[in-house]
T-cell receptor
Framework: GEKVEQHESTLSVREGDSAVINCTYTDTASSYFPWYKQEAGKSLHFVIDIRSNVDRKQSQRLTVLLDKKAKRFSLHITATQPEDSAIYFC?????????????FGKGTKFSLIP | DMKVTQMPRYLIKRMGENVLLECGQD?????MYWYRQDPGLGLQLIYI???????SEGDIPKGYRVSRKKREHFSLILDSAKTNQTSVYFC?????????????FGEGSKLTVL
């Protein structure tokens, strides 16, 4: 089955800097790649997604890039702010699996360097 | 108000006892999910429910069963809980727009099995 690997288990940057979280997947049939954010002690909520018919999607300070050849996608956060500190999970799914059967990465704990 | 509600939020049980975790959503979503989250492992899918009485095993269904008798309710049952089922359990729901779409997560139920 699909495997999603999140390369950075932790990531720290200075406030205002940019950050990148990278994920790779194994199944070439995967076509939907969402990102979820989990703040400390809280639940997960959706932040942004990308489908395989595009290679870039931006929403305010967040940009997702998709490289289908390399089976890699990444979340870029610009002008980082304290409220960005959280665990970020990438995920992948493919059509035909029935509903939204996501495979999640293990998460990247993102924080700002004081 | 788009909400997924889980009960109880915290639960302590002894090994061998039965556990019932309940989940409700007010969005009339067809599809509901149960995940567990363990440190360093990310989220693992236990069961998916496509609608009332239409349930499918996820990646780690062993030791669990589910029940969905109403669209808005999805229960996770552990018959004879084991210590390795200590975890945080998340319920989620989504519309079934094809095979992709945002998941809405509940706040989580922290289960400790002694």
């Amino acid at each position: 089955g699909e495997k999603v690997e999140q390369h950075e288990s932790t990531l720290s940057v200075r406030e205002g800097d940019s950050a990148v979280i990278n994920c790779t997947y194994t199944d070439t049939a995967s076509s939907y790649f969402p990102w979820y954010k989990q703040e400390a002690g809280k639940s997960l909520h959706f932040v942004i997604d990308i489908r395989s018919n595009v290679d870039r999607k931006q929403s305010q300070r967040l940009t997702v890039l998709l490289d289908k050849k390399a089976k890699r996608f990444s979340l870029h956060i610009t002008a980082t702010q304290p409220e960005d500190s959280a665990i970020y999970f990438c995920a992948a799914s493919k059509p035909g699996t029935g509903s939204n059967r996501l495979t999640f990465g293990k998460g990247t704990k993102f924080s700002l360097i004081p | 108000d788009m909400k997924v509600t889980q009960m109880p939020r915290y639960l302590i049980k002894r090994m061998g006892e039965n556990v019932l975790l309940e989940c409700g959503q007010d969005m009339s979503h067809e599809t509901m999910y149960w995940y567990r989250q363990d440190p360093g492992l990310g989220l693992q899918l236990i069961y998916i429910s496509y609608d009332v009485d239409s349930n499918s095993e996820g990646d780690i269904p062993k030791g669990y069963r589910v029940s969905r008798k109403k669209r808005e309710h999805f229960s996770l049952i552990l018959d004879s809980a084991k210590t390795n089922q200590t975890s945080v359990y998340f319920c989620a729901s989504s519309l079934s727009e094809g095979t992709t779409g945002q998941l809405y997560f509940g706040e989580g139920s922290k289960l400790t099995v002694l």
